[in-house]
């Protein structure tokens, strides 16, 4: 199993034969490696999103109507993209904490904090697969159950700062969670999302918290 990284919070969960996606962002993306022509030739299962975008929509509901995937996520969210004439479907709606399950793998839906005022339109996530657990924070800030998060093989952290943790924020997020692999996420898409990746990696490293992996866009561990 391939964890790729295409840039700002899109990754891309890639196994023998077919492919999730978490965040799909292309279009709109500038740390993008590859295309929506590139996306919809893979063998892609489904969608799962912590949260959507404007700016990302368009290539969400091209990525499903051209590949028939599956798009998982909270009902806030699938509100909104049903809502824009994709097929129902082709939509699971799921709550807080609730798990969705297919063939070998799961997901359940967390809390996030997107801003200071409201929760309703995002989520974290965990995808469980037999032998591996993969935690994407999506956009969010420092909460204290985050402490919750456990068996964490990797996480996925933002560190951008603009509505969602800083540096040292997701410093602390390592400790609360103490996963096996961090790495960096949601930062140095525009001028509003500056964050020093490497002094992450170093803050991490040093309070031996995870092993960090800095990742380009096109870069992938394995699992």
């Known amino acids: 199993m391939q964890v790729i990284y295409h840039g700002h919070s899109?990754?891309?969960?890639?196994?023998?034969?077919?492919?999730?996606?978490?965040?799909?962002?292309?279009?709109?993306?500038?740390?993008?490696?590859?295309?929506l022509d590139d996306i919809i030739h893979k063998s892609i299962t489904?969608?799962?999103?912590?949260?959507v975008r404007d700016d990302s929509l368009d290539d969400i509901i091209t990525i499903v109507k051209s590949t028939w995937c599956i798009l998982?996520?909270?009902?806030?969210?699938?509100?909104?993209?049903?809502?824009?004439?994709?097929?129902?479907?082709?939509?699971?709606?799921?709550?807080?904490?609730?798990i969705f399950t297919f063939e070998d793998w799961s997901v359940q839906f967390t809390k996030s904090l997107h801003d200071i005022s409201t929760t309703g339109h995002s989520s974290?996530?965990?995808?469980?697969?037999?032998?591996?657990?993969?935690?994407?924070?999506?956009?969010?800030?420092?909460?204290?159950?985050?402490?919750?998060?456990?068996?964490?093989d990797l996480a996925l952290l933002p560190i951008g700062g603009t509505y969602t943790m800083g540096v040292e924020d997701a410093v602390k997020a390592c400790w609360y969670i103490?996963?096996?692999?961090?790495?960096?996420?949601?930062?140095?898409?525009?001028?509003?999302?500056?964050?020093?990746d490497i002094e992450f990696a170093r803050q991490v490293m040093?309070?031996?918290?995870?092993?960090?992996?800095?990742?380009?866009?096109?870069?992938?561990?394995?699992?």
């Open 10 to 35: 899109f990754i891309e969960i890639e196994r023998e034969n077919s492919s999730i996606l978490i965040d799909p962002f292309v279009s709109h993306n500038p740390r993008c490696d590859i295309t």
């Open 46 to 51: 489904h969608i799962l999103l912590t949260h």
């Open 72 to 98: 998982v996520a909270i009902t806030d969210i699938c509100e909104i993209v049903q809502s824009h004439a994709i097929i129902e479907q082709n939509i699971i709606s799921q709550s807080l904490d609730s």
């Open 124 to 152: 974290g996530l965990i995808v469980d697969f037999l032998w591996i657990r993969i935690y994407h924070a999506g956009d969010t800030q420092l909460f204290d159950e985050m402490s919750e998060i456990q068996d964490i």
């Open 178 to 196: 103490k996963p096996k692999t961090v790495v960096p996420i949601h930062y140095n898409t525009n001028s509003t999302l500056k964050a020093d």
């Open 206 to 223: 040093l309070a031996q918290y995870a092993v960090p992996k800095v990742l380009r866009a096109g870069q992938y561990i394995v699992l």
